[in-house]
């Protein structure tokens, strides 16, 4: 079968940065994008799926083993988010795919997101913009808005430090803020203070900002127990992925006035969020945008045509995904 | 000391009016609908006044309170009090700086970040059922970008170090140059403007301060370009800054303070790019009560006769 003359990449999404990358490098690769209301086994069949040896996704589309059989050429998948649980990586393995994933291009702006929810959760910042903007308010500001909560000083629990979770360490190590963090492991050049149980972290800390990855260990990682244990006083902020926390407890626990507060990019439906959150003053929601600025979308885009650009002339790739390491 | 006059010019923090109430004679302001009415028949009482970053002690009060003896303000901004009257007659003044220094350069990080992230917007476009429809756009990223302050004192520094964690390069102004700084000064404020991403306002409010920022330094700011007023409402030309944002001379707005307030400009509440805030940036728990603790320090060191703590006049 002749080369085709330019690659096709199969695309997978939707993607946000797919807007600025397809007229930067439409000249350099064929990019197919399938109709999403329509299946995309009909897709394939219109577009020879044995010649498909790229396929470039977002963290919404879940990559099976049964969407892995359907190319049957691929030999690279990359991934716009930094998240990897939504594509079958033992599969992968199995059949010889590379992987690449978006590595640390996200982490400052993630990071830059959790502070922000913190701070908006911990001083009621949406909810007095809310409250200005809204006509006729009765009480004087002053009276609903004075009791905020400071953060400067304030004990601090990461849940996982890996890149963003040492961004989100370092920004707030400059409010003064003390670090502690879990992690699957103890970090060897890290001096915060480590603990192995999140209750006990949550026992200590005044806000716990969770960033980890979403896996079979981490799931609902931040439950009533958690949430209990941070207490009264306590703020929760997650930039993770929704299912890290049981969301019907925490739920609960902020109708039950268990919990100061939490400042939520993630969900475990989304974009379905719970209706009871709409009607507290302490609560911060956000539509799983952390990650998207608008440079790290021209960052990506750099990274996604350089990946293909190696890919297809047998360079390595930037960010590759270590296969060996899955279980 | 129960006897001795105090004179509270505005609504304050609970415990603070309650402190106040319990150790001396209180007067409420409010409570006269006319000011001459309690002057009348109190002002020969009143030893003391208590004001806050909204009302103080003008000319005409100290010259109507013939027994004043301190002015003791629940702010660290003191532009409310005439302090060279005072001095003129030997009145002392106190105010409550330190105390609210992280608490404000907290909020003034706080405001650039819901601003350029819009996490307002974000919260307000899930709240709306918005989401089930689409994804939210792209933000501004904080990191990196160029924060350049005006005042370089204890808030102003505080704001500094904070946005140094998020890799921020730093430059200012200020009356002069702080010689032991590592940070870049431009000699004036429109060309710190002209060579920053964020400009944040930082400086007590004087006859200098007064509308610092206007027009020239809000183009000079540009479309791309975020104002964050921390400081008082009066720094800003407000009615430049609305013209601006409505024509897209200025990327955005974080404010907390506004130059009559409670009254904020109608034309600000449909724009995605401003966040406002009701001048909450010592307004929290631990803060307020710092604060309080510091005014009524004063005062009991004042009417005992020991050094003040926090004087200024």
């Given at each position: 079968m002749a080369e085709e003359a330019v690659p096709k990449v199969l695309v997978l999404g939707p993607l946000m940065c797919f807007a600025t990358l397809e007229p930067l490098y439409s000249h350099k690769f064929h990019f197919l994008s399938p109709n999403p209301n329509h299946s995309l086994q009909h897709f394939l069949r219109l577009h020879h799926p044995s010649s498909i040896r790229a396929l470039l996704c977002s963290a919404n589309y879940s990559v099976s083993a049964q969407v892995l059989r359907l190319l049957p050429s691929l030999r690279l998948l990359l991934t716009?988010?930094?998240?990897?649980?939504?594509?079958d990586l033992r599969e992968c393995r199995r059949r010889g795919i590379q992987v690449a994933a978006a590595g640390g291009i996200f982490s400052q702006d993630v990071a830059d997101a959790a502070v922000a929810l913190l701070l908006d959760v911990t001083r009621n910042i949406s909810a007095a913009d809310r409250y200005l903007r809204t006509?006729?308010?009765?009480?004087?500001p002053s009276e609903v808005f004075t009791f905020a909560s400071k953060l400067s000083g304030k004990r601090i629990g990461i849940v996982g430090l890996g890149s963003i979770g040492m961004e989100v360490a370092k920004r707030l190590e400059s409010f003064g803020c003390i670090i502690s963090y879990n992690s699957k492991h103890k970090k060897a050049n890290v001096s915060y203070p480590f603990y192995s149980s999140v209750v006990d972290l949550a026992t200590t800390c005044d806000a716990l900002v969770v960033c980890c990855a979403l896996n079979e260990q981490t799931k609902h990682i931040i439950n009533r127990e958690v949430i209990s244990a941070l207490g009264k006083g306590g703020f929760i902020v997650n930039?993770?992925?929704?299912?890290?926390?049981d969301e019907k407890e925490l739920v609960k626990c902020l109708m039950e006035g268990k919990i100061g507060g939490a400042g939520l990019d993630v969900f475990e439906n989304e974009p379905h969020v719970p209706k009871e959150l709409f009607q507290m003053n302490n609560v911060v929601l956000s539509p799983h945008c952390a990650a998207l600025t608008d440079k790290s979308n021209m960052d990506m885009c750099e990274l996604v045509g350089g990946n293909l650009e190696a890919f297809f002339s047998n360079r390595p790739l930037i960010n590759q995904v270590m296969l060996d390491m899955v279980e | 000391m129960g006897s001795i006059g105090v004179l509270l010019v505005g609504r304050v923090f609970p415990y603070l009016e309650q402190e106040l109430d319990k150790r001396y004679k209180l007067f409420r302001l409010?409570?006269?609908?006319?000011k001459a009415q309690l002057l009348s028949q109190h002002a020969a009482s009143i030893r003391a006044v208590v004001g806050h970053a909204g009302a103080g002690a003008d000319a005409d009060l100290i010259d109507e309170l013939p027994k004043l003896e301190i002015v003791s303000s629940f702010s660290v901004g003191v532009d409310m009090i005439d302090l060279e009257k005072c001095k003129a007659k030997g009145i002392r003044v106190t105010n409550t700086p330190d105390v609210l220094t992280d608490e404000v350069a907290d909020l003034a990080i706080g405001l650039t970040l819901a601003l350029l992230r819009r996490i307002c917007e974000c919260d307000r476009y899930v709240r709306s059922g918005k989401w089930k429809k689409g994804d939210y756009k792209l933000t501004t990223k904080f990191s990196g970008k160029t924060v350049g302050i005006v005042g370089l004192g204890r808030i102003g520094q505080a704001i500094a170090k904070r946005a140094e964690g998020f890799n921020c390069s730093i430059c200012y102004y200020s009356r002069t140059e702080k010689r032991d700084s590592n940070y870049k000064y431009y000699p004036s404020v429109v060309e710190l403007a002209s060579n920053c991403d964020i400009l944040v306002v930082a400086c007590p409010l004087t006859e200098e301060t007064h509308h610092i920022i206007n027009r020239e330094v809000i183009n000079a700011l540009g479309p791309k370009g975020f104002l964050i007023n921390i400081g008082r409402g009066k720094h800003v030309d407000e009615a430049e800054l609305v013209s601006a944002l409505q024509e897209g001379r200025l990327g955005g707005a974080g404010l907390d303070v506004f130059e009559d307030e409670p009254a904020v400009p109608e034309e600000l509440f449909g724009l995605e790019n401003v966040v406002l805030l009701p001048h909450v940036g010592s307004a929290t728990l631990e803060t307020r009560t710092d604060m309080a603790d510091l005014v009524l320090g004063n005062l009991e060191a004042h009417f005992l006769g020991k050094p003040l703590l926090t004087p200024l006049v």
């Amino acid at each position: 079968m002749a080369e085709e003359a330019v690659p096709k990449v199969l695309v997978l999404g939707p993607l946000m940065c797919f807007a600025t990358l397809e007229p930067l490098y439409s000249h350099k690769f064929h990019f197919l994008s399938p109709n999403p209301n329509h299946s995309l086994q009909h897709f394939l069949r219109l577009h020879h799926p044995s010649s498909i040896r790229a396929l470039l996704c977002s963290a919404n589309y879940s990559v099976s083993a049964q969407v892995l059989r359907l190319l049957p050429s691929l030999r690279l998948l990359l991934t716009t988010s930094a998240g990897t649980e939504h594509i079958d990586l033992r599969e992968c393995r199995r059949r010889g795919i590379q992987v690449a994933a978006a590595g640390g291009i996200f982490s400052q702006d993630v990071a830059d997101a959790a502070v922000a929810l913190l701070l908006d959760v911990t001083r009621n910042i949406s909810a007095a913009d809310r409250y200005l903007r809204t006509p006729n308010h009765a009480n004087p500001p002053s009276e609903v808005f004075t009791f905020a909560s400071k953060l400067s000083g304030k004990r601090i629990g990461i849940v996982g430090l890996g890149s963003i979770g040492m961004e989100v360490a370092k920004r707030l190590e400059s409010f003064g803020c003390i670090i502690s963090y879990n992690s699957k492991h103890k970090k060897a050049n890290v001096s915060y203070p480590f603990y192995s149980s999140v209750v006990d972290l949550a026992t200590t800390c005044d806000a716990l900002v969770v960033c980890c990855a979403l896996n079979e260990q981490t799931k609902h990682i931040i439950n009533r127990e958690v949430i209990s244990a941070l207490g009264k006083g306590g703020f929760i902020v997650n930039v993770g992925r929704g299912g890290l926390i049981d969301e019907k407890e925490l739920v609960k626990c902020l109708m039950e006035g268990k919990i100061g507060g939490a400042g939520l990019d993630v969900f475990e439906n989304e974009p379905h969020v719970p209706k009871e959150l709409f009607q507290m003053n302490n609560v911060v929601l956000s539509p799983h945008c952390a990650a998207l600025t608008d440079k790290s979308n021209m960052d990506m885009c750099e990274l996604v045509g350089g990946n293909l650009e190696a890919f297809f002339s047998n360079r390595p790739l930037i960010n590759q995904v270590m296969l060996d390491m899955v279980e | 000391m129960g006897s001795i006059g105090v004179l509270l010019v505005g609504r304050v923090f609970p415990y603070l009016e309650q402190e106040l109430d319990k150790r001396y004679k209180l007067f409420r302001l409010w409570d006269y609908p006319q000011k001459a009415q309690l002057l009348s028949q109190h002002a020969a009482s009143i030893r003391a006044v208590v004001g806050h970053a909204g009302a103080g002690a003008d000319a005409d009060l100290i010259d109507e309170l013939p027994k004043l003896e301190i002015v003791s303000s629940f702010s660290v901004g003191v532009d409310m009090i005439d302090l060279e009257k005072c001095k003129a007659k030997g009145i002392r003044v106190t105010n409550t700086p330190d105390v609210l220094t992280d608490e404000v350069a907290d909020l003034a990080i706080g405001l650039t970040l819901a601003l350029l992230r819009r996490i307002c917007e974000c919260d307000r476009y899930v709240r709306s059922g918005k989401w089930k429809k689409g994804d939210y756009k792209l933000t501004t990223k904080f990191s990196g970008k160029t924060v350049g302050i005006v005042g370089l004192g204890r808030i102003g520094q505080a704001i500094a170090k904070r946005a140094e964690g998020f890799n921020c390069s730093i430059c200012y102004y200020s009356r002069t140059e702080k010689r032991d700084s590592n940070y870049k000064y431009y000699p004036s404020v429109v060309e710190l403007a002209s060579n920053c991403d964020i400009l944040v306002v930082a400086c007590p409010l004087t006859e200098e301060t007064h509308h610092i920022i206007n027009r020239e330094v809000i183009n000079a700011l540009g479309p791309k370009g975020f104002l964050i007023n921390i400081g008082r409402g009066k720094h800003v030309d407000e009615a430049e800054l609305v013209s601006a944002l409505q024509e897209g001379r200025l990327g955005g707005a974080g404010l907390d303070v506004f130059e009559d307030e409670p009254a904020v400009p109608e034309e600000l509440f449909g724009l995605e790019n401003v966040v406002l805030l009701p001048h909450v940036g010592s307004a929290t728990l631990e803060t307020r009560t710092d604060m309080a603790d510091l005014v009524l320090g004063n005062l009991e060191a004042h009417f005992l006769g020991k050094p003040l703590l926090t004087p200024l006049v």
